[in-house]
Nanobody, 124 residues
Framework: QVQLVESGGGLVQAGGSLRLSCAAS????????MGWFRQAPGKEREFVAT????????SYTNSVKGRFTISRDNAKQSLYLQMNSLKPEDTAVYYC?????????????????WGQGTQVTVSS
């Protein structure tokens, strides 16, 4: 079992930055691929970014490429999402997720563990 706890959300003006963190505990998640998803009010949960277990290969949804950076520190069992040049359309609850496979995935159903979410609000 893996427990995930997100932090770092908040209110920021458009053009600003936030750094989300996700602390993993329990069964080691070092080999697992991890990802960030988000869900805006009235919308379905959508993929944001993912990173492989050991090699650090990353993938992003098109709308955040060049603005967001996903990274991980396996020694600390932590996942991060650096968000720059934020836009009002980035407003959502952001979720950290882990899957029991080292391979990348942008599909929410392939992730086995989820955090409780952290709210990000970008004002115009």
């Amino acid at each position: 079992q893996v427990q995930l706890v997100e932090s770092g959300g908040g209110l920021v003006q458009a053009g600003g930055s936030l750094r989300l963190s996700c602390a993993a505990s329990g069964r080691t998640a070092r080999r697992y691929a991890m990802g960030w998803f988000r869900q805006a009010p009235g919308k379905e949960r959508e993929f944001v970014a993912t990173i492989t277990g050991n090699s650090g290969i990353t993938s992003y949804t098109n709308s955040v490429k060049g603005r967001f950076t996903i990274s991980r520190d396996n020694a600390k069992q932590s996942l991060y999402l650096q968000m720059n040049s934020l836009k009002p359309e980035d407003t959502a609850v952001y979720y950290c997720a882990a899957r029991t496979s080292p391979a990348l995935s942008s599909t929410a159903d392939t992730y086995n563990y989820w955090g409780q979410g952290t709210q990000v609000t970008v004002s115009s």
